[in-house]
């Protein structure tokens, strides 16, 4: 399975592709809120651009140790797949995330989960981002 990286990150202008693309493709949103990245300075205009993305847990995956209805499900080579019929909704997984990758959104009330699928990569136009193999 491959996980996205971001492993490029001193080449990012912050032009936010990478999260408009997430939202649109993923939960038909064109809203940055929907998207499973995020990209965030680190001081101001001056500051330098960091990506918040799911770290593709292997071992210990915390959201999905505390989700109450097995709606999260660990993904072969780290990361986990979302089974929105069983989340109910509790928003456990997004404060159990290390790295506050999850976000929820309260009108699906679902939360928004990296699926690893890639698709922010190709719109990315200086590469900042990478699927790599996970496991």
């Known amino acids: 399975m491959?996980?996205?990286?971001?492993?490029?990150?001193?080449?990012?202008i912050g032009c936010l592709s990478c999260m408009i693309t997430c939202a649109t493709v993923n939960q038909s949103d064109h809203?940055?809120?929907?998207?499973?990245?995020?990209?965030?300075t680190t001081g101001g205009l001056s500051?330098?651009?960091?990506?918040?993305?799911?770290?593709?847990?292997?071992?210990?995956v915390p959201c999905a140790e505390v989700c109450p209805s097995g709606?999260?499900?660990k993904r072969p080579g780290g990361g986990?797949?979302?089974?929105?019929?069983?989340?109910?909704?509790?928003?456990?997984?997004?404060?159990?995330?290390?790295?506050?990758?999850?976000?929820?959104?309260?009108?699906?009330l679902l939360p928004i989960v990296c699926k690893h699928c890639g698709v922010c990569t190709r719109f990315c136009p200086h590469k900042c981002l990478q699927l790599t193999e996970g496991a």
């Open 47 to 60: 500051g330098k651009f960091v990506a918040i993305v799911c770290q593709a847990c292997k071992d210990d």
């Open 71 to 73: 709606a999260l499900i």
């Open 80 to 108: 986990v797949s979302l089974v929105k019929e069983k989340c109910v909704g509790c928003e456990r997984c997004v404060t159990a995330c290390t790295v506050d990758a999850i976000h929820f959104d309260y009108v699906s």
């Open 2 to 12: 491959k996980v996205l990286k971001a492993i490029g990150m001193n080449r990012c």
């Open 31 to 40: 809203s940055i809120l929907k998207s499973a990245i995020s990209i965030k």
